[in-house]
């Protein structure tokens, strides 16, 4: 690869921000040289309009901290549903984080936890208390989008495609079931049918097809979030980290910036995977983060989508533990993630992109000689349990959301909602999402070993199981 090319996407970045060895993310820090961040700044219909950095000492209601997904609903949510001017604070840019990273995927999808585990494990009321919420997450993505937000929203449909002939029985189990389940509308599809019908991906043995998933721009969701919460009275301010002060006693919560200091009756936190090392103690040692790499490819020719039969524009993942997830973009590229490196200092090596494009053209070898425009990548949260959770601290005074374990895009704007009622002091459901803290990390200093050693085990899953 070339010193350019290697530009060009990204690579030759200096390390990326670690957030379980560093305790800040920086300071006013510029986009990484995404996809979504061309896209968006190219459009002259969105922009990241903000309030700034904070210059001076304030006192507020509501401080949330984090300006992506689960922040900007929150905000949004308590201006619109509980007359609370809430201040958001965002360390770089809104979304620089996770929100702005992503592959855009809108699905109903509950973390890693199946909602057969959860019907085991809580109950029929419970699990299905679960799926509304999930359901209500998707629903209310659609309402804020309907409301104007422009961000490439392309046709519905998610394909979850088997990635061995043994695994297509059980997608078609899994879609039987969640008929039973649910009246879901899932449509089964065979290889041939997949191929004829979708795409020709060579590593595909059929696949599931859901009605009400697709893709968009994240970056550019997030920024309309960041719009309408502005409209209805929040504050945005970016280039303003924020660390707790420590105090003795006082019911007010004592936060500090580069510029100014900031008294708060209340404090949500919305960083997720971002969440630097040693924040508060109320999440500390209970998330794992854990990279993720995007690439987006050249535009196709006409001669590379007809020898690839890729018809479809819908959002793809297929059933590997190791999971790698795709969709066609507007512009005919072609987006392909999968897993990242285990550490920030690795993040950048071109190996990771570089293996990602080497799958995709296994998937489709008539793209043998296709190219990388953008990669990068970005940090998901995961919890213990496989599963997100809602909380607060016993004096009813700082609050988070984190943990959605890739599931965050649809679901976090769910989540500032439940944020905001518990902050405004209203009843929220009785659901383990709501009511049970972030599980701690046994033996946490070694979660990266675990994380190693379940890569590897991902793999020999993968091929042999």
Known sequence: ???????????????????????????????????????????????????GQLDQDTEVDVAIVGAGYTGLSCALHLAREHGIKAHVFEANQTAWGCSGRNAGFILKSSGRKTYTTMQ??????????????????????????????????????????????????????????????????????????????????????????????FGLNPLKLAWGYQKLARQAGAKVHTSTPIDFVKQKQSKDVLLSSPQAMIKAKKVVIATNGYTPKGFHSLVTNRTLPVLSQIIVTQPLSAEQIGACNFLTSNVVMDTRALKYYYRKLPDNRLLFGGRGAITGKNAED????????????????????????????????????????????????????????????????????????????????????????????????????????????????????
């Open 120 to 213: 085991k494990q809580w109950g029929e009321t419970v699990m299905r208390g679960i799926y509304d919420e999930m359901c209500a997450g998707v629903n209310a993505v659609n309402s804020l989008i309907a409301e104007g937000i422009d961000c490439d929203q392309q046709a519905a449909g998610y394909i979850k495609v088997a990635h061995k002939p043994s695994m297509f029985k059980t997608l078609q189990a899994q879609a039987k079931l969640q008929q039973q389940m649910f009246g879901y509308d899932v449509q089964v599809l065979t290889r041939q049918e997949l191929q004829q019908g979708f795409m020709a991906d060579e590593n595909a043995y059929g696949a599931i097809r859901y009605q009400d998933g």
């Open 350 to 465: 071109p190996y990771y992109a570089n293996r990602l494009l080497s799958v995709l053209k296994t998937s489709f070898p008539a793209l043998g000689h296709l190219a990388i425009d953008y990669a990068w990548s970005g940090w998901i949260c995961m919890a213990l349990d496989d599963f997100p959770h809602i909380y607060q601290n016993d004096e009813n005074n700082v609050f988070y959301g984190m943990g959605y374990c890739g599931s965050g895009v649809s679901f976090s704007v769910q989540a500032g909602k439940r944020i905001a009622e518990k902050v405004a002091g209203k009843t929220v459901p009785n659901l383990p999402l709501y009511q049970k803290p972030l599980p701690k990390f046994p033996f946490a200093p070694l979660r990266r070993v675990g994380q190693w050693g379940y890569f590897h085990y991902g793999k020999i899953k993968d091929s042999y199981f």
């Open 1 to 51: 690869m070339s010193i350019k090319a290697a530009k060009k996407f990204n690579l030759l970045r200096e390390k990326m921000y670690d957030p379980m060895l560093e305790k800040s993310p920086g300071c006013g820090l510029q986009y990484p040289n995404s996809y979504w961040s061309d896209i968006a700044y190219n459009n002259n219909d969105e922009k990241n309009e903000c309030d």
